[in-house]
């Protein structure tokens, strides 16, 4: 089974720009979430979609926006870049195959870079 | 707030030197307790889930333990290929989440030189 696949590896922008993110989570999983990982601040949740719905949403401006499609594959949107989004974005997607707990799995990532 | 905390920050062992990673946590309602593996310049790699206390998990050299309050990853007789970061996150049920939120720990970067 494929893995959760994650598109464009790499991107450099310059300020101001806007940028969008693609990711095809695993066959049959229907939740797709969005980090930021930084060495400032670790790992953050951006937000998260289930059948294309956003079910929450972390504490992150307007600029950062997503959406997921009906074969669940999801995109997020950054506009007006700022230096401070340089980092990588990870995407996980989960099966949502109980209620109890549910096991995320990640893709490499897009390592942004704002010039 | 849920918070998730991980000790220490950085732990160098010698080749065959055991140790054991800490991960903290207070979470509304714990649903799950996960450890991944993340190597540089990729993607957190899954290890475990653990989801009541007292439950183990085991993978080769690592074990991951569940207690109340902390999570434990057990590593034996580790090797220069156990070199990583090790992440903690856990899952939440309390009001405002939901199974697609992970909150993360800051990670503990392992380095086993031979």
């Known amino acids: 089974k494929a893995g959760v696949t994650q598109t464009p590896r790499y991107l450099i922008k310059t300020r101001g720009q806007q940028v969008t993110l693609s990711c095809s989570p695993i066959s049959g999983h229907r939740s797709v979430s969005w980090y930021q990982q930084t060495p400032g601040q670790g790992l953050q949740f951006l937000f998260e979609y289930f059948s294309e719905t956003q079910r929450n949403k972390g504490n992150f401006p307007g600029r950062f926006s997503g959406r997921q499609f009906s074969n669940s594959r999801s995109e997020m949107n950054v506009s007006t870049l700022e230096l401070g989004d340089s980092a990588l974005y990870l995407c996980?997607?989960?099966?949502?195959?109980?209620?109890?707990?549910?096991?995320?799995?990640f893709g490499p990532g897009t390592r942004l870079t704002v010039l | 707030e849920d918070q998730v905390t991980q000790s220490p920050e950085a732990l160098r062992l010698q080749e065959g030197e055991s140790s054991s990673l800490n991960c903290s946590y207070t979470?509304?309602?714990?649903?799950?307790l996960f450890w991944y593996r993340q190597d540089p310049g990729k993607g957190p790699e899954f290890l475990f889930t653990l989801y009541s206390a007292g439950e183990e998990k085991e993978k080769e050299r690592l074990k991951a333990t569940l207690t109340k309050k902390e999570s434990f990853l057990h590593i034996t007789a580790p090797k220069p290929e156990d070199s990583a970061t090790y992440l903690c996150a856990v899952q939440a049920g309390g009001r405002g989440s939901t199974l697609g939120r992970l909150y993360f720990g800051r990670g503990t970067q392992l380095t086993v030189w031979p």
């Open positions: 979470v509304s309602g714990l649903r799950g």
């Open positions: 996980a997607s989960s099966s949502i195959r109980t209620f109890a707990y549910n096991e995320q799995f």
